[in-house]
Protein backbone atom coordinates (compact mmCIF):
# COMPACT_ATOMS: atom_id res chain seq x y z
CA UNK A 1 0.00 0.00 0.00
CA UNK A 2 1.05 3.04 -1.36
CA UNK A 3 0.52 6.73 0.91
CA UNK A 4 0.55 10.33 -0.58
CA UNK A 5 2.12 13.26 1.50
CA UNK A 6 -0.99 13.75 3.42
CA UNK A 7 -1.81 10.45 4.39
CA UNK A 8 -4.11 9.27 1.45
CA UNK A 9 -4.53 6.19 -0.12
CA UNK A 10 -2.38 6.32 -3.43
CA UNK A 11 -2.40 2.52 -4.20
CA UNK A 12 -3.60 -0.75 -3.23
CA UNK A 13 -2.27 -4.03 -4.33
CA UNK A 14 -2.10 -7.47 -2.35
CA UNK A 15 -3.28 -11.42 -2.63
CA UNK A 16 -5.29 -12.09 0.47
CA UNK A 17 -5.25 -15.46 1.83
CA UNK A 18 -7.43 -18.44 3.50
CA UNK A 19 -5.66 -20.73 5.41
CA UNK A 20 -6.53 -24.21 4.98
CA UNK A 21 -5.32 -27.38 6.89
CA UNK A 22 -3.30 -29.90 4.61
CA UNK A 23 -5.65 -33.12 5.90
CA UNK A 24 -8.39 -32.24 3.80
CA UNK A 25 -11.08 -33.72 5.83
CA UNK A 26 -11.66 -37.58 4.97
CA UNK A 27 -9.93 -37.16 1.80
CA UNK A 28 -7.09 -39.69 1.67
CA UNK A 29 -4.90 -41.25 -1.56
CA UNK A 30 -5.69 -40.02 -5.04
CA UNK A 31 -8.41 -37.84 -4.10
CA UNK A 32 -5.99 -36.23 -1.53
CA UNK A 33 -3.61 -35.64 -4.36
CA UNK A 34 -5.99 -34.55 -6.64
CA UNK A 35 -7.37 -32.26 -4.15
CA UNK A 36 -3.46 -30.63 -3.67
CA UNK A 37 -2.84 -29.91 -6.97
CA UNK A 38 -5.94 -28.38 -7.18
CA UNK A 39 -5.13 -25.81 -4.10
CA UNK A 40 -1.91 -25.35 -5.50
CA UNK A 41 -4.07 -23.58 -8.65
CA UNK A 42 -6.01 -20.80 -6.35
CA UNK A 43 -3.84 -18.27 -4.72
CA UNK A 44 -6.01 -17.32 -2.57
CA UNK A 45 -6.35 -20.50 -0.77
CA UNK A 46 -2.68 -21.65 0.96
CA UNK A 47 -2.44 -25.12 3.35
CA UNK A 48 -0.85 -24.09 5.86
CA UNK A 49 0.23 -26.55 8.85
CA UNK A 50 0.00 -25.09 12.66
CA UNK A 51 2.92 -23.45 13.84
CA UNK A 52 4.11 -25.66 16.69
CA UNK A 53 5.19 -22.85 19.26
CA UNK A 54 2.04 -20.77 18.65
CA UNK A 55 0.05 -24.06 19.61
CA UNK A 56 1.82 -24.51 22.52
CA UNK A 57 1.18 -20.99 23.45
CA UNK A 58 -2.49 -21.29 22.67
CA UNK A 59 -3.08 -24.48 24.66
CA UNK A 60 -2.48 -22.98 27.75
CA UNK A 61 -5.29 -20.31 26.61
CA UNK A 62 -7.56 -23.05 25.59
CA UNK A 63 -7.87 -24.94 28.56
CA UNK A 64 -8.36 -21.40 30.42
CA UNK A 65 -11.28 -20.95 28.60
CA UNK A 66 -12.47 -24.71 28.73
CA UNK A 67 -12.10 -24.28 32.91
CA UNK A 68 -14.14 -21.24 32.75
CA UNK A 69 -16.84 -22.92 30.38
CA UNK A 70 -17.50 -25.76 32.59
CA UNK A 71 -17.71 -23.21 35.72
CA UNK A 72 -21.34 -23.65 37.30
CA UNK A 73 -23.31 -20.95 38.07
CA UNK A 74 -26.88 -21.79 38.71
CA UNK A 75 -29.11 -24.66 38.96
CA UNK A 76 -32.26 -24.80 36.92
CA UNK A 77 -35.00 -26.65 38.93
CA UNK A 78 -36.39 -27.89 35.42
CA UNK A 79 -36.29 -27.96 32.07
CA UNK A 80 -36.16 -24.50 30.90
CA UNK A 81 -37.93 -24.65 27.34
CA UNK A 82 -36.82 -23.33 23.84
CA UNK A 83 -39.57 -22.17 21.33
CA UNK A 84 -39.73 -19.30 18.94
CA UNK A 85 -43.35 -18.79 18.48
CA UNK A 86 -46.37 -20.20 20.88
CA UNK A 87 -48.34 -22.45 19.55
CA UNK A 88 -48.29 -25.49 17.37
CA UNK A 89 -48.39 -24.29 14.04
CA UNK A 90 -45.16 -22.45 13.13
CA UNK A 91 -42.38 -23.47 15.25
CA UNK A 92 -43.21 -27.39 16.82
CA UNK A 93 -40.00 -29.37 17.35
CA UNK A 94 -37.66 -26.54 18.10
CA UNK A 95 -36.73 -28.27 21.68
CA UNK A 96 -34.56 -31.03 21.77
CA UNK A 97 -35.50 -31.79 25.53
CA UNK A 98 -38.42 -34.46 26.58
CA UNK A 99 -41.68 -32.76 27.07
CA UNK A 100 -41.12 -29.29 25.66
CA UNK A 101 -42.25 -29.63 22.46
CA UNK A 102 -46.04 -30.70 24.39
CA UNK A 103 -45.92 -28.62 26.91
CA UNK A 104 -49.04 -26.53 27.23
CA UNK A 105 -47.41 -23.75 29.06
CA UNK A 106 -45.10 -23.09 26.20
CA UNK A 107 -47.72 -23.68 23.58
CA UNK A 108 -49.72 -21.28 24.94
CA UNK A 109 -46.64 -18.77 25.74
CA UNK A 110 -43.85 -19.68 24.36
CA UNK A 111 -40.18 -20.46 24.91
CA UNK A 112 -38.88 -20.30 28.76
CA UNK A 113 -35.48 -19.84 27.90
CA UNK A 114 -36.68 -16.70 25.70
CA UNK A 115 -38.61 -15.24 28.09
CA UNK A 116 -35.46 -15.63 31.08
CA UNK A 117 -33.28 -13.98 28.40
CA UNK A 118 -35.44 -10.90 28.21
CA UNK A 119 -35.82 -10.83 31.97
CA UNK A 120 -31.99 -10.86 32.51
CA UNK A 121 -31.44 -7.90 29.75
CA UNK A 122 -34.19 -5.74 31.65
CA UNK A 123 -32.23 -6.24 35.26
CA UNK A 124 -28.99 -5.79 33.27
CA UNK A 125 -30.46 -2.55 31.52
CA UNK A 126 -31.52 -1.42 34.79
CA UNK A 127 -28.59 -2.01 36.31
CA UNK A 128 -26.65 0.59 33.72
CA UNK A 129 -28.80 3.29 32.69
CA UNK A 130 -32.13 2.40 34.27
CA UNK A 131 -34.15 0.72 31.55
CA UNK A 132 -38.20 0.44 32.09
CA UNK A 133 -38.58 -2.61 29.21
CA UNK A 134 -36.68 -5.07 27.56
CA UNK A 135 -36.88 -6.47 23.87
CA UNK A 136 -35.46 -10.12 22.41
CA UNK A 137 -36.20 -11.45 19.24
CA UNK A 138 -36.77 -15.03 19.68
CA UNK A 139 -34.26 -16.29 16.99
CA UNK A 140 -31.47 -15.22 18.89
CA UNK A 141 -31.38 -17.51 21.75
CA UNK A 142 -30.45 -20.83 20.43
CA UNK A 143 -30.97 -23.74 22.81
CA UNK A 144 -33.07 -25.13 25.98
CA UNK A 145 -31.31 -25.23 29.37
CA UNK A 146 -32.04 -28.66 30.65
CA UNK A 147 -32.72 -29.11 34.51
CA UNK A 148 -29.67 -29.60 36.62
CA UNK A 149 -26.16 -27.59 36.66
CA UNK A 150 -26.31 -24.45 34.51
CA UNK A 151 -22.41 -23.64 33.74
CA UNK A 152 -20.94 -20.77 31.19
CA UNK A 153 -20.62 -22.95 28.25
CA UNK A 154 -24.42 -23.34 28.08
CA UNK A 155 -25.23 -19.69 29.15
CA UNK A 156 -22.75 -18.83 26.07
CA UNK A 157 -24.47 -21.61 24.28
CA UNK A 158 -27.66 -20.32 24.97
CA UNK A 159 -26.38 -16.95 23.53
CA UNK A 160 -23.85 -17.46 20.91
CA UNK A 161 -23.53 -14.54 18.68
CA UNK A 162 -21.43 -11.29 19.76
CA UNK A 163 -23.78 -9.08 20.16
CA UNK A 164 -24.01 -6.07 22.45
CA UNK A 165 -27.06 -4.33 24.45
CA UNK A 166 -28.14 -1.40 23.01
CA UNK A 167 -30.42 1.47 24.91
CA UNK A 168 -33.05 3.14 22.68
CA UNK A 169 -35.81 5.52 24.12
CA UNK A 170 -39.19 5.01 22.05
CA UNK A 171 -42.69 5.92 22.74
CA UNK A 172 -45.55 3.84 23.75
CA UNK A 173 -46.76 4.04 20.33
CA UNK A 174 -43.47 2.85 18.88
CA UNK A 175 -43.59 0.01 20.89
CA UNK A 176 -46.67 -1.05 19.31
CA UNK A 177 -45.52 0.27 15.93
CA UNK A 178 -42.85 -2.22 16.78
CA UNK A 179 -44.35 -5.89 18.21
CA UNK A 180 -46.68 -5.22 14.88
CA UNK A 181 -43.35 -5.22 12.52
CA UNK A 182 -42.24 -8.01 14.23
CA UNK A 183 -45.63 -10.02 13.88
CA UNK A 184 -45.58 -9.03 10.08
CA UNK A 185 -42.63 -10.58 9.54
CA UNK A 186 -43.27 -13.32 11.36
CA UNK A 187 -46.23 -14.25 9.36
CA UNK A 188 -44.56 -13.44 6.41
CA UNK A 189 -42.20 -16.92 7.76
CA UNK A 190 -39.67 -15.56 10.16
CA UNK A 191 -40.22 -17.34 13.32
CA UNK A 192 -37.04 -15.52 14.57
CA UNK A 193 -38.65 -12.38 14.57
CA UNK A 194 -41.27 -13.74 17.50
CA UNK A 195 -40.28 -11.24 20.47
CA UNK A 196 -39.66 -11.57 24.25
CA UNK A 197 -39.60 -8.96 26.44
CA UNK A 198 -38.94 -8.20 30.39
CA UNK A 199 -41.96 -5.83 31.79
CA UNK A 200 -44.10 -5.82 28.72
CA UNK A 201 -46.96 -7.90 28.22
CA UNK A 202 -49.62 -8.52 24.94
CA UNK A 203 -52.27 -10.71 23.26
CA UNK A 204 -51.59 -11.34 19.92
CA UNK A 205 -54.05 -12.88 17.28
CA UNK A 206 -52.19 -12.71 13.88
CA UNK A 207 -55.88 -13.66 12.19
CA UNK A 208 -56.06 -9.67 12.24
CA UNK A 209 -54.68 -7.39 9.75
CA UNK A 210 -51.58 -5.68 10.01
CA UNK A 211 -51.41 -2.87 13.30
CA UNK A 212 -54.30 -4.71 15.06
CA UNK A 213 -52.95 -8.01 15.52
CA UNK A 214 -51.18 -6.63 19.53
CA UNK A 215 -53.59 -6.03 21.86
CA UNK A 216 -53.76 -6.11 25.90
CA UNK A 217 -50.70 -4.14 25.60
CA UNK A 218 -49.65 -3.57 29.22
CA UNK A 219 -46.46 -2.37 31.48
CA UNK A 220 -45.12 -3.53 34.55
CA UNK A 221 -44.09 -0.48 36.30
CA UNK A 222 -41.64 0.22 38.67
CA UNK A 223 -44.04 -0.63 41.65
CA UNK A 224 -44.40 -3.79 40.01
CA UNK A 225 -47.91 -3.54 38.89
CA UNK A 226 -49.32 -4.12 35.22
CA UNK A 227 -50.89 -0.90 33.41
CA UNK A 228 -51.69 -0.06 30.22
CA UNK A 229 -48.89 1.14 28.09
CA UNK A 230 -48.71 4.60 27.52
CA UNK A 231 -48.49 5.34 23.96
CA UNK A 232 -47.74 9.03 24.68
CA UNK A 233 -45.58 8.21 27.17
CA UNK A 234 -41.66 7.35 26.46
CA UNK A 235 -39.83 4.13 27.55
CA UNK A 236 -36.40 3.61 28.02
CA UNK A 237 -36.08 -0.21 25.85
CA UNK A 238 -33.02 -2.26 26.17
CA UNK A 239 -32.98 -4.81 23.50
CA UNK A 240 -29.45 -6.41 21.11
CA UNK A 241 -27.93 -4.43 18.43
CA UNK A 242 -29.40 -7.06 15.60
CA UNK A 243 -32.97 -6.13 16.20
CA UNK A 244 -31.79 -2.20 17.12
CA UNK A 245 -30.31 -2.03 13.49
CA UNK A 246 -33.90 -3.03 12.06
CA UNK A 247 -32.66 -6.63 11.38
CA UNK A 248 -35.44 -9.21 11.80
CA UNK A 249 -37.88 -7.24 10.39
CA UNK A 250 -38.01 -4.55 13.00
CA UNK A 251 -38.21 -1.62 10.75
CA UNK A 252 -39.71 0.78 13.26
CA UNK A 253 -36.14 0.75 15.73
CA UNK A 254 -34.09 1.12 12.65
CA UNK A 255 -36.18 4.86 12.10
CA UNK A 256 -34.72 5.92 15.15
CA UNK A 257 -32.29 8.86 15.67
CA UNK A 258 -28.59 8.91 17.06
CA UNK A 259 -29.65 10.68 20.02
CA UNK A 260 -32.13 8.41 20.72
CA UNK A 261 -30.26 5.24 20.90
CA UNK A 262 -27.51 4.47 23.75
CA UNK A 263 -24.46 1.98 22.90
CA UNK A 264 -23.97 0.00 26.20
CA UNK A 265 -20.93 -2.04 24.87
CA UNK A 266 -22.26 -4.56 27.18
CA UNK A 267 -22.04 -7.95 25.83
CA UNK A 268 -26.01 -9.56 25.17
CA UNK A 269 -24.55 -13.10 26.52
CA UNK A 270 -22.45 -11.27 29.83
CA UNK A 271 -26.11 -10.00 30.79
CA UNK A 272 -27.55 -13.78 31.03
CA UNK A 273 -24.34 -14.69 32.70
CA UNK A 274 -24.54 -12.03 35.52
CA UNK A 275 -28.43 -13.03 35.90
CA UNK A 276 -27.87 -16.32 36.12
CA UNK A 277 -25.14 -16.09 38.44
CA UNK A 278 -27.03 -13.49 40.73
CA UNK A 279 -30.25 -15.95 40.53
CA UNK A 280 -28.75 -19.12 41.46
CA UNK A 281 -31.94 -21.04 41.08
CA UNK A 282 -33.35 -20.71 37.61
CA UNK A 283 -37.15 -21.54 37.29
CA UNK A 284 -39.79 -20.80 34.33
CA UNK A 285 -41.02 -17.00 35.25
CA UNK A 286 -44.41 -16.65 36.79
CA UNK A 287 -47.06 -16.83 33.98
CA UNK A 288 -48.11 -13.48 34.87
CA UNK A 289 -44.75 -12.12 33.93
CA UNK A 290 -44.59 -13.83 30.02
CA UNK A 291 -44.43 -11.27 27.42
CA UNK A 292 -47.10 -13.25 25.23
CA UNK A 293 -50.26 -13.57 27.47
CA UNK A 294 -52.50 -14.68 24.68
CA UNK A 295 -51.33 -16.30 21.41
CA UNK A 296 -54.00 -16.97 18.26
CA UNK A 297 -52.47 -17.87 14.89
CA UNK A 298 -53.95 -17.23 11.71
CA UNK A 299 -56.44 -20.03 10.40
Known amino acids: MLFDGEGGIKSCAGQPHILIGSSLGTLAGDALTTAHADLATQPALRVTEPDAAASTVLAEYAQQVKDFGA ?4 VAQQNLCLRRVPGTKRDPSRSRLDGCNLDPHVIAHGGDVQQLVAEAFLRQGQRFGGADISLQNGGGVRV ?7 TVGHIF ?6 NTLVALTLTGAELRATLEDAMASVVAGNTGSYPYAGALRWQVDLRQPLGQRIGALEHRNAQGQWVALDETATYRVITND ?14 LGADRREETFLAYADASLQYAR ?11 DFSTQVFVDTE
Not at 242 to 255: N, V
Open 278 to 288: QTPTLTRPATA
Open 71 to 74: EPVA
Open 157 to 162: TVLPFK
Open 144 to 150: DLAAGTV
Open 242 to 255: FIAASQDGYTTLGT
